[in-house]
């Protein structure tokens, strides 16, 4: 359902004149992450729990983990991306298209895509220098960086400091540049007088207000926790949401919102 449903916004952006924009480029982008994120952990999730446990290699569970961490890591940013698409679109609407021309939006989604290699990269290097027991069982459904890191032999504390020092850095500022963002719509919006521009307005954003919502907040409530094996346990399923469950409501998300892709879809049909 999830590759369904994010190929079928990827093929319409591609095939579908009018759905040529910059914001659904970027949809397309997002729907492309979440396509690699579900391939690198739904797999190795049902046969986790359809066997009840399952055995992987500390090279195999290294290679998830660099997937994992390249598209949630690029996702953030697309996130961001689009919500600068969005400020632009209502509050600075006359010069949207002089903003983000086609040349700009392609350098947007490459550096997206390439600070998550980046970020991604360094971690995965320091990771692949730590030492591993031969008899380790990780208590989660997929090859998460704390899990990862309480099966090692070796010292973590340089890796987790800098693991930690680099996905702060980027969720602080990612949070604040959105903020901001949505800060400056709500009040242009505030300054629409009709109430009709006002709903048309909201609705441009809503969509990507709403994925942010769900996807910035589980990661947010899973650092919150206080350690402990119970909220451990709340951690695994939390994990669920932004791995799992957003990559599958994205397209949902997106398309039951946005009368484009509706019509879209709805022609296709016919035809």
Known sequence: MTLTGNLLIIILVSVTRYLRSPMYFFLSQLSFCDIILTTAIVPNLLLVTLKNGSHITVSECIAQLNFFSFSSTAECHLLTMMSYDRYVAICKPLYYVIIMNSQFCVGLA???????????LIVTILISHLHFCNSNNIDHFFCDYIPFFEVSCSDT???????????????????????????C????????TSTTGKQKAFSTCSSHLAVVCMYYGTLIAIYVFPSGEYSFNVNKILSLMYTVVTPLFNPIIYSLRNRDIKTAIKGYLKK
Request: glycine share 2%.
């Open 157 to 183: 504390t340089f890796v987790k400091t800098v693991a930690f020092l680099l996905s702060t850095a980027e969720t602080v500022t990612e949070t604040v540049f959105i903020i901001s963002t949505y800060v």
């Open 185 to 192: 719509i709500f009040l242009t919006i505030h300054r629409i």
């Open 110 to 120: 490459m550096l997206s895509w390439a600070l998550g290699f980046i970020v991604t």
